[in-house]
């Protein structure tokens, strides 16, 4: 489903690369902790699977693209197959919440029939049933973040991307969060979140990356957030 | 369809006092460009008006001729002879038309009869103090500087008069009217160029998160910049619309109300032709004038 091959990714100005010869692959219904220290490379390499960015050298391919040689205009069709969750949750704080989960669909050209079935659907999956008409302040935090997750999902990707989802919840409130993206991974959606948060990694026993000055210093199968004695 | 025009309201009631101002900008602009045209068009005009019809006019000496070609006074018959063989040889003239002095002095009782002054004018003059005259047309109604410098220095010739000449300073006020009026409509032109950019750029910053997530979710290109260009080109279709009422006001007052009217005889004016043309022209521009900073500005803060 991701693959890097021999990926180096160096920013202009910058001597040392952010990524460094990476080679990885993530398969198909994967869920993936990605872990390592500020600067260790983490959002060099989400950001390449969004192809918001390109490698330096090397290639890298997202659902069966490689993302270097995709045109531009190509690249929205790319990323309606990726969803993305931020620790910022990121919503329209002008909108209600269905209108956030709507908004991903609309700007896509989904008819409004479509999106009338699947957004309060997608609300149900992440337990905000019956609070589609509330504002996101209305919401706390952990709701908040569950609408992100709605809206990244409601489109059904088969990749979601995490970045420190849960970097603002309280450790309860993370738990519930997890819980979700778990059962949104058993829809066989590969899962890649990045984050600093030991406890979550270590209960949920999955593979774990560690990625240490651009490059994998760890690739667990069932690894916990620090190394294994 | 729905959700773009939505956001193009949004859109457009967060930026009212910028969309206002450029609008008065574009339209300023727009009116400045469309009356660059009219003026272009005058001018073209009148010089095909006085082409057709302006002639060299040679008037040969009366008894009274200050002229120091005419100290013999009356033009002799030999001089006539001399004056017409130039005419004929001069390559520059296509046919010239001889009027007596008794013409002459016809033509001013016409004209000098419509008023009181001019009876009290007529009492003094008869046929010979009138000159006879040559009409010349020129192949060429702009080169009537060799005929006129030729026919000038010859004996029996009291004046040359080119219309021409004397329209001459006419011309160049409606040049450098034109000439102002594109220079300042080109400096608001670039004023405008400028809004629509820095529009763009404010109201990408005030859809910052917006944008960031139709991009995240795989929104197209053209879906992100729909509204940024629907925006423009509705800011320019009110600009175009505002200054090609104003340049019809303008028809309506000055051209039709005030020149046409009373200075009719002068000149042919322009009419709704040339208007109707610089509406469409400055119309065409507007578009332009919102479409291409509107392209390249969504193209490097809104791509993908």
């Known amino acids: ?229 | 369809m729905r959700a773009t025009l939505s956001e193009l309201g949004q859109s457009l009631s967060r930026n009212k006092s910028m969309t206002i101002s450029l609008v008065v900008t574009m339209t300023v602009s727009l009116l400045l460009v469309s009356l660059g045209l009219l003026i272009n068009s005058q001018v073209n005009r009148t010089e095909k008006y006085f082409g057709d019809k302006l002639q060299v006019q040679v008037n040969l000496c009366t008894k009274n001729s200050p002229s120091t070609n005419c100290i013999g006074g009356v033009a002799t018959d030999d001089q006539k002879a001399a004056v017409k063989a130039a005419l004929n040889d001069n390559p520059e003239v296509k046919s010239f038309d001889v009027r007596t002095p008794t013409d002459n002095y016809e033509r001013a009782r016409a004209l000098l009869g419509q008023s009181d002054s001019g009876k009290a004018q007529l009492e003094t003059l008869g046929p010979d103090s009138f000159p006879e005259s040559y009409f010349v047309t020129l192949k060429d109604a702009q080169k009537y500087d060799g005929v006129v410098s030729q026919l000038s220095g010859m004996d029996g010739v009291g004046n040359v008069n080119s219309l021409k000449k004397l329209l001459g300073p006419l011309f160049d006020i409606l040049r450098n009217m034109k000439w102002a009026s594109w220079g300042i409509a080109g400096l608001l032109v670039l004023a405008a160029i400028l809004q629509v950019s820095n529009t763009i750029r404010m109201t990408a910053f005030a859809r910052r998160r917006e944008i960031g997530i139709m991009r995240l979710v795989g929104a197209s290109s053209w879906h992100i910049q729909l509204p940024f260009v629907l925006e423009s080109l509705l800011a320019a279709l009110i600009s175009a619309t505002l200054a090609a009422a104003a340049l019809v006001g303008f028809m309506y007052v000055v051209v039709y109300g005030y020149l046409r009217d009373t200075l009719g005889t002068l000149t042919t004016w322009v009419g709704w032709r040339e208007a109707g043309l610089a509406i469409g022209g400055t119309t065409l521009l507007a578009l332009l004038l919102a479409l291409i900073p509107t392209l390249v500005m969504t193209r490097k803060y809104l791509d993908v």
């Open chain 1, 1 to 229: 489903m991701i693959r890097f091959d021999k990926v180096t990714k160096t920013y202009p100005g910058q001597k040392r690369p952010a990524l460094d010869a990476l080679d990885l692959e993530i398969e198909k219904g994967e869920f993936v902790f990605l872990v390592g220290a500020s600067g260790s490379g983490k959002s060099t390499f989400l950001r390449l699977i969004l192809r918001e960015t390109t490698p330096t050298t090397g290639r890298v391919y997202v659902a069966g693209k490689e993302i270097n040689k995709l045109s531009s205009w190509k690249v929205p069709k790319l990323r309606r197959q990726v969803g993305t969750v931020f620790q910022d949750f990121r919503l329209l704080p002008n909108k209600t919440v269905s209108e956030n989960v709507a908004f991903a669909l609309q700007v896509i050209g989904k008819s409004r029939s479509e999106i009338a079935k699947v957004v309060p659907e997608t609300l149900e999956m992440v337990g905000l049933e019956g609070k589609g008409h509330r504002m996101p302040d209305e919401l706390s935090g952990g709701e908040q973040q569950r609408v992100a997750v709605a809206r990244a999902f409601v489109n059904r990707p088969m990749i979601l991307i995490a970045d420190e989802p849960t970097g603002n919840l309280d450790p309860g409130t993370s738990v519930g969060i997890m819980k979700l993206l778990d059962r949104i991974n058993r829809t066989d959606t590969t899962v890649v979140m990045a984050t600093h948060d030991s406890s979550i990694v270590d209960q949920m026993r999955k593979r774990v990356i560690e990625l240490e000055g651009g490059l994998i210093v760890r690739d667990e199968a069932r690894g916990i957030y620090g190394y294994q004695n």
